[in-house]
């Protein structure tokens, strides 16, 4: 039994999930209580898209060791993925009290909070400095031999599971393609077990690119000491599969955060990227970090698959289309009271929702619809698109809707730019926190503040009071694209040539703090 264990995890590690289901399930018909069967086998429904088969395997493994770290902490992750954020959070603190140091734990109650929002401002900042705490530092040194000439060519070092078709990597991919190669090399150090097109792309635009699948962190950090990074940037920190921890080792001497969610709490990281609008001076949130501010948090690149934004279907149709096509864990209980009252504030309107696969798990639809349909909302008024469709479809998909709700407190980023590329407003409530205010960001850089929302009452008045006018909504649906794509959210080349600056005066600076030692 166990080397038929070992060949479905084989063929579960190679991305043959079909044929290690196939495995997992031969396995289960001679001992239903295998652990490692059951948790492979609802590892392998995640990685097929069947998230209620999925959770439904998670929770046979947990009767089966109920005090398995590993199988609370996927029980969180189902909970995370429809929007339970209450209940993610404590199937999280089971698995840390077992597990003190469970990586998956400790990052995850922090993305929860984050995704839960209220009052947490005091519960976020603890979390995240245990999430930072659980490893050590362990410095090995950063390279120092060549500190004493700030305007030579920099050796940027960028640490990454996202260099792929992600929204990270579709923001970052025009740093790569246009930073002056004769003031900058890029390393990248990237952990992409199943590369795309767009790591082809990545690839192809770094300078030295390394894989780091497979390897732990020391071997990293050792990697990165002996290629001589001058400055080396973590992306997205908290999420997906990338590696803050190797900051621990300071193998760069200077390290810095870019697009992330919120401070790493590492002391090793010395930089957080921002802007005026998602980190502005004296703002409520905690950094760890120095942050910079660039002109613009993030910067967008035009797809080649967004036709023309078409007429707006509120003059054939005689009726409003509200939509949303963000992740359904973005959009809170509080978010859909909100949207509940705009639907009974504006007759006959319709909503759209649409993320990938999402709305076919029963458990995220009763949630979602259940939360409209218990203020009142007839569910006739709800259409759910759930097929998982090319870029250029899901583009085309925003032809049927006339306005966007962003979810909060969560928001979106690039769900926001998407539609007002395809001429549809975007109605955002702006909060505290970066999190809460990349899609303001991004509305007031196209000069859209109207829709900015300060509170969850005038979110509400926004949406109706644009609705009620369908004349306003014609004119921004021909005037979206240009006003989106001539701001600052897709001047690439005015971005890039910030970031150099930015890279260089870190660089200056650190020459000049050695200088008066």
């Known amino acids: 039994m166990d080397d038929l264990l070992n060949r479905a995890d084989e063929e579960a ?4 999930q079909d044929k290690a289901f196939i495995l997992y399930g031969q396995i289960l018909a001679k001992s239903p209580s295998s652990l490692g069967a ?35 902490f996927q029980c969180g992750m189902v909970h995370f993925r429809r929007g339970e954020m209450e209940e993610a959070r404590r199937r999280f603190n089971d698995t840390s009290e077992l597990e003190p140091s469970h990586y998956g734990a400790l990052g995850m109650n922090v993305l929860a909070l984050l995704y839960q929002g209220g009052d947490v401002a005091d519960t976020l900042w603890r979390a995240q ?33 996202d260099f792929r078709a992600h929204s990270v990597g579709f923001n970052m991919l025009p740093v790569f393609q246009r930073l002056d190669r004769n003031k900058f090399q890029i390393h990248s150090y990237a952990e992409v077990a199943h590369p795309d ?7 192809n635009a770094s300078d030295v690119w390394r894989s780091t699948v497979g390897m732990h962190d020391p071997q ?12 080396l940037i973590f992306l997205a920190a908290h999420l997906d599969e990338n590696r803050p921890f190797i900051s621990r ?21 010395d930089y ?35 036709v023309a934004p078409n007429r707006l279907p509120a003059q054939a149709n005689g009726y409003i289309t509200f939509g949303s096509f963000n992740a359904p864990q973005k959009i809170s209980d509080a978010c859909l009271d909100a949207w509940a009252a705009i639907l009974q504030a504006v007759p006959e309107s319709l909503l759209v929702l649409k993320y990938f696969e999402s709305y076919s798990e029963a458990a995220t639809r009763a949630r979602v619809l259940g939360r409209l349909s218990s203020a009142g909302i007839d569910l006739e008024r709800l259409t759910i698109l759930d097929a998982v469709d090319p870029r250029s479809e899901h583009l085309r998909a925003y032809g049927d809707v006339d306005i966007a709700l962003d979810p909060f407190p969560f928001s979106g980023a690039t769900t926001t730019f998407e539609a007002l590329l395809m001429g549809v407003p975007v109605i955002s409530l702006s909060g505290t926190r970066l999190v809460e205010r990349c899609s303001a960001a991004t509305l007031d850089a196209a000069g859209l503040s109207v829709c900015i929302a300060s509170d969850v009452s005038s ?8 609705a009620s006018d369908t004349e306003r909504l014609a004119v921004l649906r021909g005037a979206l694209r240009t006003m989106v794509t001539q701001s600052r959210v897709c001047d690439a080349d005015s971005y890039v040539r910030n970031i150099g600056r930015v890279y260089r005066a870190m660089w200056r600076r650190w020459c000049a703090s050695l200088a008066s030692l």
């Open 197 to 203: 097109k767009a790591t082809g792309l990545f690839e």
């Open 129 to 161: 400095r245990v999430w930072a705490e659980q490893h050590a530092p362990s410095p090995i040194g950063a390279h120092t031999g060549e500190a004493e000439d700030p305007e030579r060519r920099l050796r940027i070092g960028f640490v990454s599971s």
């Open 459 to 466: 979110y509400i008045v926004r949406a109706t009071e644009l």
């Open 249 to 269: 080792f300071c193998s760069a001497p200077i390290q810095v955060s870019h697009h992330d969610v919120c401070t790493s709490a590492l002391p090793e990281i």
């Open 13 to 16: 590690r190679s991305g043959r």
């Open 272 to 306: 957080f990227l921002g802007d005026l609008y998602v980190t502005p001076p004296g703002g409520a949130e905690e950094f760890s970090e120095r942050v910079v501010r660039l002109p613009t948090f993030t910067v967008h690149s035009i797809p080649a698959e967004a």
């Open 38 to 72: 059951l948790k492979g086998a609802a590892r392998t429904l995640m990685a097929l898209r069947r998230l209620d088969d999925s959770a439904e395997a998670w929770r046979a493994a947990l009767d089966v060791a109920p005090d398995d770290p590993d199988t609370l």
């Open 220 to 231: 990293v950090a050792q990697m990165i000491l002996s290629d001589k990074i001058d400055i």
